[in-house]
C-alpha cells in the first residue's frame, strides 16, 4: 500500500524550440525520474488507432494519411492561422489532459517522489497550474537559432513562425523557478541537473488532486 504521506513533487520542464529539452528530459529519465513527454502524447494520439486521429482527420482532411495523423502535412495545415490553430488545440489538450492525469496517479502510487512533466508550451497553455515548480531549458539565441535551422525541412520563415507562438526565453526564464543552461558542456548539463534532482527528491510538493 502506497504511503499517502510520501512527498510527490512535481516538476515542468519546458523550453523554446530549439534549446536542448529534450536532451534534459533524456538526462532526468537516465536518471530515474519519470518523465512525461506531451510531444510523444500526442505523437501516440496522432498514430493509427489514436484517440486524436478521427477528430483530426474530419477537421484536417488533408493530414490523413494510412490511417493515422501525418504531423507534418497537418502542421502546413495550422501554421501561421490561428482559427485552424485554435480548432486543432481544443480537440487535442483534452486528451493530452487525460493521459497527464493518468501519468500522475500511477507515479504516485509507485511511491515515486518526483516526476516531470515536458511540456514545450507550458506557459502559453496555462500548463504552470498543474505543477510545483517550473524549469526552463535555454541558449543564447545564436545556438538556438543554429540547432533549429540544421533541421530537416526546417525553413527561416517557418522558425520564426513557431517562435511567434512561443513566450519570449527571456520571459520564461525571469518566471521559471530553475533555468538550465545547454550552453554548456554536455558533462555541465548532466551535473545541473543531477543537482536539481538532489534538491527537489524528498521535499512535500503540492498535493495533486487525482481521482
Known sequence: MTDAKKPFYVLGLTGSIGMGKSTVSQIFRDQDVPVLDADQVVHDLYAHGGAA??????????????????????????????????????????????????????????????????????????????????????????????????RPGMTTEKFKAILSRQIPDEEKRMRADFCIDTSVSMEETKAHVQALIQALQGRYGRQVEIA
Open 53 to 150: 486521429v478521427g477528430p483530426v482527420s474530419e477537421a484536417f482532411p488533408s493530414a490523413f494519411k494510412e490511417g493515422a495523423i501525418d504531423r507534418r502535412a497537418l502542421s502546413t495545415c495550422v501554421v501561421g492561422d490561428e482559427v485552424a490553430i485554435k480548432k486543432l488545440e481544443a480537440m487535442v489538450h483534452p486528451l493530452v489532459s487525460q493521459r497527464r492525469e493518468q501519468f500522475l496517479k500511477q507515479c504516485k502510487l509507485e511511491g515515486r517522489p518526483l516526476v516531470v512533466l515536458d511540456i514545450p508550451l507550458l506557459y502559453e497553455t496555462g500548463a504552470e497550474a498543474h505543477v510545483d515548480a517550473v524549469a526552463v531549458v535555454s541558449a543564447p539565441a545564436e545556438i538556438q537559432e543554429s540547432r533549429v535551422l540544421a
